[in-house]
Protein backbone atom coordinates (compact mmCIF):
# COMPACT_ATOMS: atom_id res chain seq x y z
CA UNK A 1 0.00 0.00 0.00
CA UNK A 2 1.28 3.74 -0.77
CA UNK A 3 2.29 5.97 1.92
CA UNK A 4 1.60 9.58 1.89
CA UNK A 5 1.86 12.91 3.82
CA UNK A 6 -0.46 15.61 3.62
CA UNK A 7 0.20 19.76 3.65
CA UNK A 8 -2.73 21.49 5.17
CA UNK A 9 -5.14 20.79 7.79
CA UNK A 10 -8.59 21.98 6.26
CA UNK A 11 -11.52 19.84 5.53
CA UNK A 12 -10.82 18.76 2.22
CA UNK A 13 -8.00 17.39 3.48
CA UNK A 14 -9.60 15.14 6.09
CA UNK A 15 -11.81 13.87 2.89
CA UNK A 16 -9.09 13.17 1.40
CA UNK A 17 -7.54 11.22 4.06
CA UNK A 18 -11.27 9.62 4.83
CA UNK A 19 -11.75 8.65 0.97
CA UNK A 20 -7.76 7.54 0.43
CA UNK A 21 -8.51 4.97 3.78
CA UNK A 22 -11.79 4.05 1.94
CA UNK A 23 -9.97 3.18 -1.20
CA UNK A 24 -7.58 0.80 0.31
CA UNK A 25 -4.86 2.26 -1.77
CA UNK A 26 -3.09 4.83 0.18
CA UNK A 27 -2.36 4.76 4.20
CA UNK A 28 -1.30 7.96 5.83
CA UNK A 29 1.64 8.67 7.21
CA UNK A 30 2.54 12.08 7.87
CA UNK A 31 0.54 15.11 8.47
CA UNK A 32 2.49 18.81 7.49
CA UNK A 33 0.70 21.92 9.16
CA UNK A 34 2.78 25.50 10.20
CA UNK A 35 1.35 24.55 13.62
CA UNK A 36 2.50 21.51 14.81
CA UNK A 37 -0.76 21.23 17.42
CA UNK A 38 -2.70 21.19 14.26
CA UNK A 39 -1.03 18.23 12.71
CA UNK A 40 -1.21 16.60 15.91
CA UNK A 41 -4.66 16.60 16.25
CA UNK A 42 -5.24 15.48 12.49
CA UNK A 43 -2.54 12.63 13.26
CA UNK A 44 -4.44 11.12 15.98
CA UNK A 45 -7.29 11.25 14.50
CA UNK A 46 -6.28 9.46 11.64
CA UNK A 47 -3.21 7.30 13.29
CA UNK A 48 -0.34 8.89 11.39
CA UNK A 49 2.39 8.20 12.87
CA UNK A 50 4.64 11.16 12.59
CA UNK A 51 3.97 14.89 12.22
CA UNK A 52 6.10 17.95 10.79
CA UNK A 53 6.03 21.78 10.56
CA UNK A 54 9.19 21.26 8.38
CA UNK A 55 8.19 20.72 4.61
CA UNK A 56 12.21 20.46 4.24
CA UNK A 57 12.05 17.43 6.60
CA UNK A 58 8.62 15.79 5.37
CA UNK A 59 10.00 15.96 1.71
CA UNK A 60 13.40 13.87 2.90
CA UNK A 61 11.09 11.28 4.56
CA UNK A 62 11.92 8.27 2.38
CA UNK A 63 8.90 6.26 3.75
CA UNK A 64 6.64 8.85 2.05
CA UNK A 65 5.62 7.85 -1.47
CA UNK A 66 3.29 10.39 -2.28
CA UNK A 67 1.74 13.49 -1.00
CA UNK A 68 -1.36 15.54 -0.85
CA UNK A 69 -0.94 19.04 -1.00
CA UNK A 70 -3.92 21.70 -0.27
CA UNK A 71 -2.45 24.37 1.01
CA UNK A 72 -3.12 27.54 0.19
CA UNK A 73 -3.43 28.29 -4.11
CA UNK A 74 -0.04 30.59 -4.66
CA UNK A 75 1.77 27.91 -2.46
CA UNK A 76 1.16 24.91 -4.70
CA UNK A 77 3.63 25.75 -7.26
CA UNK A 78 6.66 25.32 -4.81
CA UNK A 79 5.26 23.21 -2.47
CA UNK A 80 4.84 20.98 -5.33
CA UNK A 81 8.55 21.16 -6.86
CA UNK A 82 9.40 20.20 -3.01
CA UNK A 83 8.26 17.32 -3.49
CA UNK A 84 8.76 15.93 -6.88
CA UNK A 85 12.83 16.74 -6.24
CA UNK A 86 12.46 14.29 -3.67
CA UNK A 87 10.87 12.03 -5.82
CA UNK A 88 7.47 11.65 -4.11
CA UNK A 89 4.46 11.45 -6.25
CA UNK A 90 2.22 14.59 -5.60
CA UNK A 91 -1.51 15.11 -5.90
CA UNK A 92 -2.55 18.51 -5.53
CA UNK A 93 -5.71 20.37 -5.27
CA UNK A 94 -7.15 21.91 -7.73
CA UNK A 95 -6.44 24.71 -8.64
CA UNK A 96 -3.43 23.26 -9.57
CA UNK A 97 -0.94 26.17 -9.89
CA UNK A 98 -1.41 29.81 -10.56
CA UNK A 99 -0.33 29.35 -14.50
CA UNK A 100 0.87 27.65 -17.43
CA UNK A 101 4.06 28.81 -17.07
CA UNK A 102 4.12 27.08 -13.44
CA UNK A 103 2.54 23.83 -14.32
CA UNK A 104 4.98 23.16 -17.42
CA UNK A 105 8.11 23.72 -14.89
CA UNK A 106 6.32 21.39 -12.36
CA UNK A 107 5.96 18.54 -15.10
CA UNK A 108 9.26 18.89 -16.23
CA UNK A 109 10.45 18.11 -12.75
CA UNK A 110 8.22 15.12 -12.38
CA UNK A 111 9.22 13.75 -15.39
CA UNK A 112 12.98 14.70 -14.43
CA UNK A 113 12.80 12.73 -10.86
CA UNK A 114 10.18 9.77 -12.43
CA UNK A 115 7.05 10.93 -10.30
CA UNK A 116 3.46 11.71 -10.95
CA UNK A 117 2.31 15.08 -10.90
CA UNK A 118 -1.70 14.80 -10.45
CA UNK A 119 -4.35 17.76 -10.48
CA UNK A 120 -7.19 16.46 -8.02
CA UNK A 121 -9.61 17.57 -9.98
CA UNK A 122 -12.82 15.13 -8.28
CA UNK A 123 -15.80 15.14 -10.61
CA UNK A 124 -14.54 14.22 -13.42
CA UNK A 125 -13.37 10.95 -12.49
CA UNK A 126 -16.63 9.90 -11.05
CA UNK A 127 -18.64 7.07 -13.19
CA UNK A 128 -21.69 9.55 -14.18
CA UNK A 129 -19.04 12.08 -15.59
CA UNK A 130 -17.58 9.19 -18.03
CA UNK A 131 -21.57 8.26 -18.22
CA UNK A 132 -22.40 11.59 -19.55
CA UNK A 133 -19.35 11.82 -21.90
CA UNK A 134 -20.85 8.41 -23.37
CA UNK A 135 -24.25 9.72 -23.50
CA UNK A 136 -23.74 13.10 -25.32
CA UNK A 137 -23.78 11.77 -28.40
CA UNK A 138 -27.33 11.09 -28.01
CA UNK A 139 -28.12 14.92 -28.23
CA UNK A 140 -27.52 14.71 -31.71
CA UNK A 141 -25.56 17.61 -33.03
CA UNK A 142 -25.12 20.54 -30.24
CA UNK A 143 -26.08 23.97 -29.91
CA UNK A 144 -25.88 24.92 -26.98
CA UNK A 145 -24.60 24.03 -22.92
CA UNK A 146 -25.04 25.52 -19.45
CA UNK A 147 -22.70 24.59 -16.58
CA UNK A 148 -23.48 26.40 -13.86
CA UNK A 149 -21.73 26.24 -9.61
CA UNK A 150 -23.16 29.32 -8.01
CA UNK A 151 -23.02 28.59 -4.62
CA UNK A 152 -22.71 31.44 -1.61
CA UNK A 153 -19.14 31.10 0.62
CA UNK A 154 -19.55 31.88 4.07
CA UNK A 155 -16.27 33.44 3.83
CA UNK A 156 -17.74 35.81 1.52
CA UNK A 157 -19.60 36.93 4.93
CA UNK A 158 -16.35 37.61 6.81
CA UNK A 159 -14.59 39.49 3.42
CA UNK A 160 -17.90 42.38 3.83
CA UNK A 161 -16.85 42.45 7.21
CA UNK A 162 -13.13 43.89 6.33
CA UNK A 163 -11.66 40.66 6.51
CA UNK A 164 -9.71 39.14 3.60
CA UNK A 165 -9.53 35.25 3.60
CA UNK A 166 -7.35 33.55 0.87
CA UNK A 167 -10.19 32.97 -1.54
CA UNK A 168 -11.00 36.42 -2.33
CA UNK A 169 -7.44 37.61 -2.01
CA UNK A 170 -4.85 37.82 -5.43
CA UNK A 171 -2.19 37.08 -3.11
CA UNK A 172 -3.06 33.60 -2.60
CA UNK A 173 -4.16 33.45 -6.13
CA UNK A 174 -7.95 33.64 -5.49
CA UNK A 175 -11.62 34.25 -7.12
CA UNK A 176 -14.61 32.43 -8.39
CA UNK A 177 -13.11 31.11 -11.62
CA UNK A 178 -9.91 29.12 -10.20
CA UNK A 179 -12.13 28.17 -6.88
CA UNK A 180 -15.61 27.02 -8.31
CA UNK A 181 -15.16 27.49 -12.18
CA UNK A 182 -12.74 25.58 -13.03
CA UNK A 183 -15.47 22.36 -11.94
CA UNK A 184 -17.74 23.38 -15.11
CA UNK A 185 -14.88 24.24 -16.94
CA UNK A 186 -13.25 20.61 -16.17
CA UNK A 187 -16.27 18.78 -17.17
CA UNK A 188 -16.89 21.00 -20.52
CA UNK A 189 -13.29 19.58 -21.24
CA UNK A 190 -13.54 16.61 -20.49
CA UNK A 191 -16.96 16.10 -22.50
CA UNK A 192 -16.47 17.99 -24.98
CA UNK A 193 -12.59 19.18 -25.55
CA UNK A 194 -10.57 22.27 -25.32
CA UNK A 195 -12.95 25.43 -27.04
CA UNK A 196 -11.42 27.77 -29.63
CA UNK A 197 -11.91 30.39 -28.12
CA UNK A 198 -13.05 31.73 -24.45
CA UNK A 199 -14.47 35.06 -23.35
CA UNK A 200 -15.10 36.01 -18.87
CA UNK A 201 -17.03 38.47 -18.25
CA UNK A 202 -16.26 38.71 -14.39
CA UNK A 203 -18.09 40.91 -11.06
CA UNK A 204 -15.22 42.24 -9.62
CA UNK A 205 -14.71 42.70 -5.85
CA UNK A 206 -12.31 45.88 -4.45
CA UNK A 207 -9.94 42.80 -3.26
CA UNK A 208 -9.02 42.49 -7.18
CA UNK A 209 -10.80 39.13 -7.93
CA UNK A 210 -13.88 38.10 -9.16
CA UNK A 211 -16.43 37.29 -6.96
CA UNK A 212 -18.83 35.78 -9.58
CA UNK A 213 -18.64 35.77 -13.59
CA UNK A 214 -19.51 34.01 -16.96
CA UNK A 215 -17.34 32.12 -18.82
CA UNK A 216 -18.36 31.79 -22.80
CA UNK A 217 -16.21 28.85 -24.55
CA UNK A 218 -16.92 28.70 -28.19
CA UNK A 219 -16.53 25.26 -30.18
CA UNK A 220 -17.49 24.03 -33.38
CA UNK A 221 -21.34 25.33 -34.10
CA UNK A 222 -22.07 26.20 -30.19
CA UNK A 223 -21.29 27.30 -27.06
CA UNK A 224 -20.87 26.50 -23.75
CA UNK A 225 -21.68 28.88 -21.14
CA UNK A 226 -19.85 28.72 -17.79
CA UNK A 227 -21.87 30.42 -15.03
CA UNK A 228 -19.82 30.83 -11.24
CA UNK A 229 -20.51 32.70 -8.44
CA UNK A 230 -19.20 32.42 -4.42
CA UNK A 231 -21.31 35.48 -3.44
CA UNK A 232 -25.06 34.38 -4.90
CA UNK A 233 -26.63 30.82 -4.90
CA UNK A 234 -28.37 28.81 -7.90
CA UNK A 235 -30.70 26.13 -7.42
CA UNK A 236 -30.95 25.31 -11.37
CA UNK A 237 -29.52 22.51 -13.27
CA UNK A 238 -27.06 22.71 -15.76
CA UNK A 239 -27.79 21.43 -19.48
CA UNK A 240 -26.67 20.30 -22.80
CA UNK A 241 -28.66 21.27 -25.39
CA UNK A 242 -28.53 19.10 -28.65
CA UNK A 243 -30.86 19.57 -31.89
CA UNK A 244 -32.78 15.94 -30.93
CA UNK A 245 -32.06 15.57 -27.11
CA UNK A 246 -31.10 18.16 -24.31
CA UNK A 247 -29.09 15.91 -21.17
CA UNK A 248 -30.26 18.02 -17.39
CA UNK A 249 -27.45 17.58 -14.61
CA UNK A 250 -28.37 17.95 -11.59
CA UNK A 251 -24.89 19.19 -10.88
CA UNK A 252 -21.84 19.44 -11.80
CA UNK A 253 -19.48 18.22 -8.97
CA UNK A 254 -20.14 15.40 -8.68
CA UNK A 255 -23.35 14.57 -11.20
CA UNK A 256 -25.81 12.19 -9.29
CA UNK A 257 -28.73 12.03 -11.98
CA UNK A 258 -28.70 12.58 -15.97
CA UNK A 259 -32.10 13.17 -17.63
CA UNK A 260 -31.98 12.68 -21.19
CA UNK A 261 -35.00 14.88 -22.74
CA UNK A 262 -36.28 13.77 -25.98
CA UNK A 263 -37.29 17.24 -28.05
CA UNK A 264 -40.40 16.08 -30.13
CA UNK A 265 -41.62 13.30 -27.15
CA UNK A 266 -40.64 15.22 -23.98
CA UNK A 267 -40.01 12.08 -22.57
CA UNK A 268 -37.24 11.79 -20.07
CA UNK A 269 -35.08 9.11 -19.01
CA UNK A 270 -33.27 9.60 -16.27
CA UNK A 271 -29.56 7.93 -15.84
CA UNK A 272 -26.60 7.86 -12.61
CA UNK A 273 -24.54 5.67 -10.76
CA UNK A 274 -25.30 5.67 -7.18
CA UNK A 275 -21.84 7.55 -6.08
CA UNK A 276 -19.73 7.01 -2.86
CA UNK A 277 -20.82 9.09 -0.43
CA UNK A 278 -16.92 10.91 -0.55
CA UNK A 279 -16.55 10.64 -4.12
CA UNK A 280 -12.67 11.98 -4.07
CA UNK A 281 -13.10 7.64 -3.87
CA UNK A 282 -12.88 7.66 -7.29
CA UNK A 283 -9.74 10.04 -8.21
CA UNK A 284 -7.78 8.15 -5.39
CA UNK A 285 -8.53 5.16 -7.23
CA UNK A 286 -7.42 6.53 -10.67
CA UNK A 287 -4.20 8.41 -8.91
CA UNK A 288 -3.55 4.42 -7.28
CA UNK A 289 -4.08 2.78 -10.64
CA UNK A 290 -2.04 5.11 -12.98
CA UNK A 291 1.38 4.78 -10.30
CA UNK A 292 1.02 0.86 -9.98
CA UNK A 293 0.90 0.53 -13.67
CA UNK A 294 2.79 3.02 -14.47
CA UNK A 295 0.32 4.19 -16.82
CA UNK A 296 2.23 6.56 -19.03
CA UNK A 297 -0.80 7.04 -21.08
CA UNK A 298 -3.67 7.48 -19.15
CA UNK A 299 -1.29 9.78 -17.09
CA UNK A 300 -0.43 12.09 -20.43
CA UNK A 301 -4.65 12.04 -21.17
CA UNK A 302 -4.97 13.92 -17.19
CA UNK A 303 -2.35 16.05 -17.79
CA UNK A 304 -3.79 17.27 -21.46
CA UNK A 305 -7.19 17.91 -19.09
CA UNK A 306 -5.12 20.22 -16.38
CA UNK A 307 -3.00 21.94 -18.89
CA UNK A 308 -6.40 23.19 -21.00
CA UNK A 309 -8.39 24.15 -17.96
CA UNK A 310 -5.53 26.28 -16.84
CA UNK A 311 -4.86 27.90 -20.42
CA UNK A 312 -8.82 28.61 -20.54
CA UNK A 313 -8.62 30.04 -16.57
CA UNK A 314 -4.93 32.02 -17.64
CA UNK A 315 -6.35 33.40 -20.89
CA UNK A 316 -9.57 34.66 -18.75
CA UNK A 317 -7.58 36.37 -16.17
CA UNK A 318 -5.88 38.26 -18.38
CA UNK A 319 -8.22 39.46 -20.49
CA UNK A 320 -9.73 41.30 -16.87
CA UNK A 321 -6.70 42.37 -15.75
CA UNK A 322 -6.57 39.82 -12.47
CA UNK A 323 -3.40 39.25 -11.58
CA UNK A 324 -2.24 37.17 -8.61
CA UNK A 325 0.52 37.82 -6.54
CA UNK A 326 3.16 35.07 -7.72
CA UNK A 327 2.89 36.85 -10.78
CA UNK A 328 3.99 40.33 -9.72
Given at each position: ?7 G???I ?8 K ?6 LT???S???E?A??I?GK??AS??Y ?10 E??A???A??N????E???LFL??K?H?ICE ?7 A????AY?V??E ?8 MR?I????AKLLK??VD????L????F???Q??S?Y??F ?5 P????T ?5 T?V?LGV???S ?5 F???E ?9 ES ?5 G?LV???D????T ?8 SFTP ?6 QV ?7 A ?5 S ?13 EP?N ?6 E???F??I???N???AY??LTD??RA ?5 E??R??N??V?G???
Open positions: MMKFGTVTSWTESFIEAAESGKMEAVYRSINRKSYDQVDDLEGMAANEIDVYLSPSHHYHAKRHKVKPIFSNTELEDQAENGVFLFEANHSPNEQKAGKRSAVQYIYSRDRLEGERNIFSDFSGGLDYPILAVYVGEPKVSYHPVMLGVDGSTMEYGFICILCSKIAHSEIHGESLVLDHVPINKILVDRKTKKSEKLGLENDMIYIETAKIEEDLEHEYSVLRITTAKQNIFTEK
